[in-house]
């Protein structure tokens, strides 16, 4: 963590700042245990072949994605928050595939009913992004993670927020937040003007994904990478314990 001294004035905050997943991995959710607030920074350009519409469970032939279908021609600039989601009918795709692949696995009967009934409220859901929102608050619901969500443009003005480079962007929602530290993805390190967040006496602390320990998986070589579902399907409610609890505080 890059240390600054914070004013006694204000009392300590963990903020983590991110962009919405499609029924993202564990790691995402350890970094939502962890702090005091997720801001969902979804105001920001959407990324083909990202994580943003799609996530990867496993079957007896390998990685399999599931992809969210969304509408992308002619919308180059686009936000997240304003993709569109191109066929009502993923979700039941979705649900067929991991019924599928997961029907033997230990904690299936305990948890996909729950999960296929979650896919299909949201199916009908027009933008991606609330999409992935509502997803990841029923999944915090499920690990009993009850950190608090808002929407980056809860916070500051959408133009505004376009007008500024990445950093100034993310410090002034920590500012507007209330943060004394900042919780970033390691990826950040390479355009992150930390000097920035410490000058306003934030600190900055970087997320760690290692030593996760693995956990009863269908389908060969263990593999970390893929969605949360993975695991809670595998282990049913014992997916805590698989889990890791950062301090970033």
């Known amino acids: ?79 997240i928050d304003e993709t569109l989601i191109a066929n009502a009918d993923w979700a039941a795709g979705h649900i067929r595939n991991i019924e599928f692949n997961y029907k033997r696995a230990a904690g299936f009967a305990e948890m996909a009913p729950w999960l296929f009934e979650t896919l299909s409220a949201v199916a009908s859901v027009p ?18 993670v009850t950190t608090p969500m808002r929407r980056c443009t809860d916070l500051l003005d959408r133009q505004l927020m376009h007008d500024m480079d990445p950093t100034d962007r993310l410090l002034e929602l920590c500012k507007v937040a209330g943060a004394t530290t900042y919780v970033s993805g390691p990826a ?25 320990p693995e956990y009863p998986q269908l389908w060969g070589t263990f593999d970390h990478r893929v969605s949360i579902i993975d695991l809670l399907l595998n282990t049913g409610g014992k997916a805590l314990d698989y889990m890791k609890q950062h301090s970033y505080g």
């Open 127 to 144: 933008e991606l992004s609330k999409v992935n929102e509502q997803l990841i608050s029923a999944i915090c619901g499920k690990l009993g």
């Open 1 to 79: 963590m890059t240390q600054a001294i914070n004013s006694p004035a204000r009392p300590p905050k963990v903020v983590l700042i991110t962009q919405s997943n499609y029924l993202p991995w564990k790691g995402y959710f350890d970094l939502i245990r962890a702090v005091d607030e997720m801001i969902i920074l979804d105001s920001v350009q959407y990324t083909r072949r990202d994580w943003r519409n799609r996530n990867i469970i496993k079957t007896p032939n390998g990685p399999l994605w599931l992809t969210v279908p969304v509408e992308v021609k002619g919308r180059y600039q686009q936000a």
């Open 188 to 212: 950040a390190k390479d355009y992150l003007d930390v000097a920035r967040f410490n000058a306003q006496g934030i600190d900055v602390a970087w997320a760690d994904y290692s030593g996760y």
